[in-house]
Nanobody, 117 residues
Framework: QVQFVESGGGLVQPGGSLRLSCAASGRAFKIYTMGWYRQAPGKQRELVAAITSGGSTNYADSVKGRFTISRDGAKNPVYLQMNSLKPEDTAVYYC???????????WGQGTQVTVSS
C-alpha cells in the first residue's frame, strides 16, 4: 500500500527557511504529479505546490516566489524548500500524489511547521 512519510518541519522565526522531505513507497511515483499540501487549525487542507512527472510546477499564490517544489528522479522523493517564512505558513504539511488539486492516496502524518517569534 501507498505510504508517505513527511519530515523536516520545525519551529522557525519569521523570515527563516525550512526544507521538507517526502518519502513515498508502494507505487512508482515517477509517473504521478506530486504535491505538497498544508492544513492549519480550523481550515481545510490546501494545495501549496505541485510538480508533474515532467518537472512542471505550480504554486498557490500565497507561497509563490518563496517556496520551491522539486523531486529526485532516481528515488523520486519530493521536497519543498520554504524561504521567507511567515506566521501564516504555520500548518501541518503533507505530501501526496496530486489529482486536480487534491491528494490521490491516503494521507500520511504530515510534518508540523511553526513560524513564530
Amino acid at each position: 500500500q501507498v505510504q508517505f512519510v513527511e519530515s523536516g518541519g520545525g519551529l522557525v522565526q519569521p523570515g527563516g527557511s525550512l526544507r521538507l522531505s517526502c518519502a513515498a513507497s508502494g507505487r512508482a511515483f515517477k509517473i504521478y504529479t506530486m504535491g505538497w499540501y498544508r492544513q492549519a487549525p480550523g481550515k481545510q487542507r490546501e494545495l501549496v505546490a505541485a510538480i508533474t512527472s515532467g518537472g512542471s510546477t505550480n504554486y498557490a499564490d500565497s507561497v509563490k516566489g518563496r517556496f520551491t517544489i522539486s523531486r529526485d528522479g532516481a528515488k523520486n522523493p519530493v521536497y519543498l524548500q520554504m524561504n521567507s517564512l511567515k506566521p501564516e505558513d504555520t500548518a501541518v504539511y503533507y505530501c501526496n500524489a496530486d489529482y486536480r488539486g487534491t491528494g490521490y492516496f491516503s494521507w500520511g502524518q504530515g510534518t508540523q511547521v511553526t513560524v513564530s517569534s
